[in-house]
Structure formats: structure tokens, C-alpha cells
């Protein structure tokens, strides 16, 4: 395998060649299934879905352009989750993994004076919302920042179907010691060629478990969550993210005190929240479950991120505090049947909502998408007595969902973001929901 890095004109090409091990066809994993759903839901806007980092490197690694196109072969060769194309073929998912190929980098150089983090990000963002084109494109986009011909700093935007951010953590282990060892040993692991056959074969028994809990609880829960209560908004869809060191460090304290993770604090408050605003006694809610703990998936580079299904008891209006550790209970036995076929899952729903005579679905969704863990990051400041901050994002074009809380990392430290569709949720409750989630999370720790 080489690399080349060669001027063209004014510019430079950057090309990563890849080798792999083998090629081949299956159907598609229940992962890349979900994620082919979720992508066809969103329709144009579906880059939104699309996964991006940024790796620093300093000058004094001495890392040059060839070096880094040399690495990500390396990286596209050992994993075939990044040279694989999806399609449908008679209506049947399908996954295809090519042997050898290339891939061009995109290269910039900053001056001298540039902000490296502002080029870089801009490289990223516009990588970041083209929507792949599955069938034909590899999953994976990458480019070089240089500062005087040194590497800087690598964009990478990846396709969802291919990972998810815990495969995408090893990836960026892997990428690392590529560049300081040359090379890494052959892969020995599962592939997703590995797993689609496995889950073809041997996993019948996790999925019928799976569709059964979610028929069950589907006859039982709120048709949905959020009725109809306006019209749309301008836009129609909106997001709003609020951060605040004082609910940064009064979920680090509810975590403690409870002996549980800063994510679980949030879900309970959200629970808690969407009970008393709706006022049902059950709260349903789609959470994304990692699917990591099922043999072969521990390494696996790929996509195994799945919708789980949260219902919990709100009727006592409970605290706080009793709330944590039920929706921690409600947590555990959403994980537990978090991995099936997507299409069996959906012709559950389907049946139940046949039964019941109305579309039954929460449309009420939880993801934490902090990279490294949800406690990874310290505390913003000691200094809580600052007020909150909230700031107007960038409206979805196009939500599947219509109640979507987020929790990421900001400057500020833990941040709570909330997506909506206006019809269901205004932006004036939404706004609401928010500063009350803050407050509530606040008092409780006091």
C-alpha cells in the first residue's frame, strides 16, 4: 500500500489507498438498518446525522501531509466499516465492502497569523453537511490543516451508517499510533460482515425478546406524548441550548449522592418534567442504547447504536430524588432490549397500534451526545453564581421526532440542548421546559 501527495497546478492532492483483507456482500446489520431508517425519515437533511471530529497535532510531532494520507489508508484498510456502500436491493438492506480504493484528503494551509481552529472547523462544517451519497461514496471524508507544512490538525466526518461514537473513539485511538508507529497488526476482531451473518443466524432469540418488550409496553403507554396544541412557528422547527456551571455542578452532585452517572440525573430530570407538563402518569421515551455489551460488539468498529425504550411511573409525581433511581430501573431494562431488526420492531408497532386504533409512537427522545463519556469532562468553574445562558441554535430543517433533548459539552461546561417541533411544543414553553429543567436539577442538589 502507498501513498501519493502530488501537485497539481496550484494545489496539492492528498490521496489515502487503502488494501483490505477481503470484500464482500451481506444484508445490512440491525444497526445500519436503524441508521438507513433514521437517514430516509430526515430526507435531504440528513447530514445532520452525519458524525465530525477534529484531531489536534503539534508542530513538534513534525506529522507532514503524506504522513497523515498514509495513516488513514492504513486505518481504511484494517476497518471495513470505512470502505463499505449501502443500497437496497429488492427492497432488501444491503451492506458492500470493497477491498482496495482510494480516498483524496482535502488539504489548507494556515498563514502564519490564521486561527488554525477557524480554518479547520470551517474544512469540517462544509465536509459535515454534504449528505453521503451511500450506494456510491465511501463513509468516510477527510482533510489536513498545515501550518508551514506541518500537520496541524485532521477534519474527519464520518457516516453514520458506518459508526457510531464509541467506534469512532477506537478509530481515533488507532489513527494515533498509526501516525507514531507507521502501522498497527492485522485487525482480528468481528467486522460487520461478521455480525449481519451472526445476526442472521444466532441472534433470533435477543430480537424476539426485544420486539416483545416493546409490543408490551406499547399497550400500555400514552398513545403519545406531546398532542397538537398550535400551529407551526417561523421556523417550524427550533433548538435552544442552555448551559450553566450552576447545573453543571449540581448534576455532578446528584450523581454522587445517588451513586449514578451525570446522564441518568438529566433522563430522571426530563422524565420528571415531561410528566408534569403533559400530566401523564407514564412516561415514554426513545433513548439511544450502545448495544456494546453483546459478544463480538466490544471492538467492533461499526454502527450498533439502537433506540431503546424508557417507560416510567410518574403517577406519585415523585421527587427528584426517588425519581433517579426508578428511571435508572426503567434505564436498565430499556438497554436490555435495546438490540433487534428494526423492521421487526416496527411491524410490533405497527400491530399494537392496529390494536388500540391509534398510531401509537412517544416521539419523545433522550441522547447523550458528549464525546468521551458523560463525566469525562470536569466541572466548567466552582463559581456557580453566574445566571444561565441560552442561545438560539440552528433550526433542523426536518425532525422524525417532535421532543428531543441533547446533552453535549459546551465552554460553559454540561449542556442541555432541546429540539422541537412548534407544534407540539412552542418556543416559549420550550424555553420554559428548559430554564425549569435547570432550576428543578439546581434545587434538588441544594
Known sequence: MTTSYVPTGSSDLLVARFAGGRSGTEVMTWGQQCMWIATAKMGPANYFLNMRRLVPLSVRAGIRPASVATAVGELMGRYEALRTRYSTVDGEFRQTVTDVGELALESAEADGTGDLDAVADTMCDRMWRRPFDYDSELPLRAGVVTRDGIVRRIALVFSHLSVDGYAIDLLLRDLRLILLRGRQPAFTGWHP???????????????????????????????????????????????????????????????????????????????????????????????LVSNRSQPGHDALVGTLVEGGLLVVDVADRPPLADLIPRTWQGALRAYRNAYYAPVDREDATDRVSAERGTEIEPYCCFNDMRQGGDDSAPAASVD???????????????????????????????????????????????????????DRVVAAAS
Not at 214 to 220: E, N, T
Not at 398 to 427: E, S
Open 193 to 287: 460482515l461478521d455480525l449481519a451473518r451472526a445476526e442472521a443466524t444466532t441472534r433470533a432469540a435477543a430480537n424476539a425478546r426485544a420486539v416483545r418488550y416493546w409490543a408490551d409496553r406499547y399497550r400500555v403507554i400514552p398513545p403519545t406524548m406531546f398532542p397538537e396544541v398550535a400551529g407551526f412557528a417561523d421556523p417550524p422547527f427550533q433548538r435552544y441550548l442552555l448551559s450553566w456551571p450552576a447545573l453543571d455542578a449540581a448534576v455532578r452532585e446528584l450523581g454522587r449522592r445517588h451513586r449514578t452517572n451525570t446522564s441518568t440525573v438529566l433522563l430522571a430530570a426530563t422524565v420528571d418534567l415531561v410528566g408534569r407538563l403533559t400530566g401523564h402518569d407514564t412516561v415514554a421515551a426513545q433513548i
Open 384 to 438: 456557580t453564581g453566574g445566571p444561565p445562558v441560552l442561545v438560539v441554535e440552528e433550526p433542523p430543517k426536518r425532525m422524525h421526532c417532535r421532543f428531543c433533548v441533547q446533552l453535549d459539552h459546551t465552554p460553559a461546561g454540561l449542556g442541555v440542548r432541546l429540539l422541537a417541533d412548534t407544534r407540539y411544543l412552542p418556543p416559549d414553553a420550550m424555553r420554559g421546559f428548559l430554564h425549569e429543567l435547570a
